[in-house]
């Protein structure tokens, strides 16, 4: 999947796709939280950057749970955030325990799509679901880099 067609083919793919048709078994990794007071907006829910927060909380615990030690600059194989599309589909309110799950759903030759789904605990369909396009990176080169193997071998494309 490193030419620029397939690319191409499979970020149609995703766009093509109802978001807020994703379900529990589209993803691969999971964290829970749970919401706090300060998430909560003047109109009583969930504000729209809460989200991000959990997202990307739960997208270095995947980090973690791949061998990496979470998203560092340190590490000789690290990722960088290249762009992301946000899908609200229903309001929450606090307080409310949320159930994150993510997937590495393309790989490129130096970047890779996280999709990512926030799900209250035990519900289907999706409160909010996200795209994340990550660039493998080398903070000490200060360079995009190849995509490492492990991200390589645990791609999962979404096929309708």
Known sequence: MNSLRDYQDNYTIIFIMEWHQLRRADFDYWTRMSSRWRDMDALGHINH???LTYMESSRVDVYYELGYGGIRKEE???????????????????????E?????????????DFIAGIFKKGQEPPICTALFKM????????QAIS??????????????
């Open 76 to 98: 000789q194989e690290s990722t960088i955030l290249g762009a992301m599309e946000v899908n609200y589909h229903h309001q929450a309110t606090h307080p409310i325990k949320l």
């Open 100 to 112: 994150i799950g993510h997937r590495i759903s393309r790989v490129g030759g130096k970047s890779f």
């Open 49 to 51: 950057a809460a989200y």
């Open 135 to 142: 660039v493998a990176f080398n903070y000490y080169q200060n």
């Open 147 to 160: 995509v490492p193997t492990k991200i390589k071998e645990l791609c999962r494309p979404i096929v309708l």
